[in-house]
């Protein structure tokens, strides 16, 4: 078992910044690709982001490849993202979660644990 804590959501201006955490406990967090999916309302879920058990490899979707950053911490059991230029069309609630190392890291089926997310607001 793995449990996953986030915190950092809020509300913010377009333009503005956000650093979202992710808190593990558990089975050893530096074995498992960690990745970050977002829900609107009314929308089905979608990948985020994603980091391979070493840090090594990063993968984004294309509408925040350049606006975040995805790190994490394994001696700390903590994944982060790091939001810039944040727009109104990020508003959301963010989930963290935890795959096998070998996981396709964009696929959500591929993860087996997840949070319980937090809010991400973005005014114009």
């Known amino acids: 078992q793995v449990q996953l804590v986030e915190s950092g959501g809020g509300l913010v201006q377009a333009g503005g910044s956000l650093r979202l955490s992710c808190a593990a406990s558990?089975?050893?967090?530096?074995?498992?690709?960690m990745g970050w999916f977002r829900q609107a309302p009314g929308k089905e879920r979608e990948f985020v982001a994603a980091i391979s058990w070493s840090g090594g490899s990063t993968y984004f979707e294309d509408s925040v490849k350049d606006r975040f950053t995805i790190s994490r911490d394994n001696a700390k059991n903590t994944m982060y993202l790091q939001m810039n230029s944040l727009k109104p069309e990020d508003t959301a609630v963010y989930y963290c979660a935890a795959a096998p190392a070998d996981a396709i890291a964009f696929l959500s089926s591929e993860y087996d644990y997840w949070g319980q997310g937090t809010q991400v607001t973005v005014s114009s």
């Open positions: 558990g089975r050893t967090f530096s074995r498992y690709t």
